[in-house]
């Protein structure tokens, strides 16, 4: 008996789904009650405790990403309720002010359904999110004191079963949801960084330049009338790939990288024994202060031409550090 041929995807079948997805979505957008999503955004804006997400299967897992979202934004305390758990005991985690919001595809989940009337017994609001045929949240609908409707035209599967255009839906909503509470609430980078500090956006919103900038004995210091060869050594051994030339109370004259010192190399060959710094190092750097933020450093850094280090100034143009770009990147950023 043989073997079948490998399967394939062809670029025709392949744009054909997005195709199919895109009009799905469409109808999404086109067919969503405005209204509807207005009252879900204010009722969790007012929410006087905390915010639950349920639902089982696909619904599920749409359920704990947004819980997570709303978490992570500081927006409310928020997590996600497993249907299954809750009624074996982590119903104990709800609470009369409390909001449970129930995302079900059909509006006839069972183990929801289960779990509502427990939960309206402890006091708690309850949202049920759905795209149930009658429009109105089906059997878990009717149980809930509020019902969102999301329009679903069909799923991109061979069967129309597999929820992979219905699980978009519900995420898309609940994210554009939570994008209109951050503006309402009007949350700050600063408020948003303070809950991400360990990724990379949040160490960029916190790092500041004098956070990963180098200093005191790690600085590569000259004077201007230093011999270039005299100043190799420094040149190399402290990692900047610079030397940064200053004058007898530390203000910066310039800076001299070691491709200055190629240039000058192959420009002036045994001639270079007779050069100072000064007389070859560029005079008009970039520089940045200390209290700058360490993103700005690296957006300093790419424009309008790469350069693999900052000197760090005060207001005095005194040299108090040197921020680099292997620096940034150690640190995360």
């Given at each position: 008996?043989?073997?079948?041929?490998?399967?394939?995807?062809?670029?025709?079948?392949?744009?054909?789904?997005?195709?199919?997805?895109r009009r799905h979505l469409n109808h999404f957008f086109d067919h969503l009650d405005l209204s509807q999503a207005v009252s879900f955004a204010q009722t969790l804006l007012a929410a006087p405790g905390a915010i639950f997400?349920?639902?089982?299967?696909?619904?599920?897992?749409?359920?704990?990403?947004?819980?997570?979202?709303?978490?992570?934004?500081?927006?409310?305390?928020?997590?996600?309720?497993?249907?299954?758990?809750?009624?074996?005991?982590?119903?104990?985690?709800?609470?009369?002010?409390?909001?449970?919001?129930?995302?079900?595809?059909?509006?006839?989940?069972q183990e929801l359904l289960s779990l509502a009337p427990c939960a309206k017994a402890k006091g708690a609001y309850l949202v049920a999110i759905t795209s149930a045929e009658d429009g109105k949240g089906g059997m878990l609908g009717r149980v809930c004191d509020m019902s969102v409707h999301l329009p679903l035209s069909g799923e991109v599967c061979p069967f129309g079963l597999a929820p992979v255009t219905s699980a978009s839906v519900q995420m898309v909503f609940g994210d554009t949801v939570v994008a209109a509470l951050m503006e309402a609430k009007r949350v700050s980078r600063e408020q948003y960084a303070a809950n991400h500090p360990a990724g990379r956006i949040g160490k960029s919103l916190i790092f500041k330049v004098k956070d990963v900038m180098k200093k005191q004995n790690e600085l590569p210091l000259c004077k201007e009338g230093d011999m270039i060869m005299d100043q190799l050594t420094e040149l190399t051994s402290k990692g900047c790939g610079c030397l940064l030339v200053v004058d007898d109370v530390y203000c910066l004259i310039g800076t001299f990288t070691d491709g200055d010192l190629r240039r000058t190399l192959k420009a002036n060959g045994a001639a270079i024994f007779n050069l100072t710094v000064g007389q070859m190092c560029n005079r008009n750097p970039r520089t940045i202060?200390?209290?700058?933020?360490?993103?700005?450093?690296?957006?300093?850094?790419?424009?309008?031409?790469?350069?693999?280090?900052?000197?760090?100034?005060?207001?005095?143009?005194?040299?108090?550090?040197?921020?680099?770009?292997?620096?940034?990147?150690?640190?995360?950023?």
């Open positions: 008996m043989g073997s079948l041929p490998p399967a394939k995807i062809s670029p025709t079948d392949l744009s054909r789904l997005f195709e199919s997805q997400f349920s639902g089982v299967g696909k619904s599920g897992a749409v359920a704990m990403k947004l819980a997570q979202t709303l978490a992570s934004l500081g927006l409310a305390r928020s997590s996600f309720l497993c249907p299954i758990n809750a009624l074996h005991g982590d119903l104990g985690a709800l609470f009369p002010s409390d909001i449970l919001v129930l995302l079900s595809k059909s509006g006839a989940s202060t200390a209290d700058a933020m360490a993103v700005e450093a690296m957006e300093k850094m790419e424009a309008p031409s790469p350069v693999q280090f900052l000197p760090v100034v005060d207001e005095k143009r005194t040299v108090i550090g040197i921020v680099t770009l292997h620096g940034l990147v150690a640190a995360g950023l």
